[in-house]
């Protein structure tokens, strides 16, 4: 079980050591809540990106992977 934590968070968005995205100070003092979005450039880097948020001395981070979109195709054959 996680806790709730409220307060002012700190969040990193970081693909291989290059921080794309730093959120400041983003804070839901009720719920620990924060939600927000980011738009992806068209080639982005590809792989294992990480998400690192910080409060109240504790710091979080999980990683969730970025790869190219692929359009599957079928044929049918009658």
């Given at each position: 079980?996680?806790?709730?934590?409220?307060?002012?968070?700190?969040i990193q968005i970081d693909p291989k050591?290059?921080?794309?995205?730093q959120i400041l100070g983003a804070r839901?003092?009720?719920?620990?809540?924060?939600?927000?979005?980011m738009i992806m450039d068209d080639k982005?880097?590809?792989?294992?990106?990480?998400?690192?948020?910080?409060?109240?001395?504790?710091?979080?981070?999980?990683?969730?992977?970025?790869?190219?979109?692929?359009?599957?195709?079928?044929?049918?054959?009658?």
């Amino acid at each position: 079980m996680v806790a709730s934590v409220g307060g002012n968070f700190n969040i990193q968005i970081d693909p291989k050591n290059n921080k794309v995205k730093q959120i400041l100070g983003a804070r839901d003092p009720e719920y620990g809540v924060v939600s927000g979005s980011m738009i992806m450039d068209d080639k982005p880097t590809l792989g294992q990106w990480k998400i690192k948020v910080s409060t109240e001395g504790y710091t979080y981070q999980k990683f969730f992977k970025v790869a190219e979109y692929v359009i599957k195709r079928y044929q049918a054959f009658v």
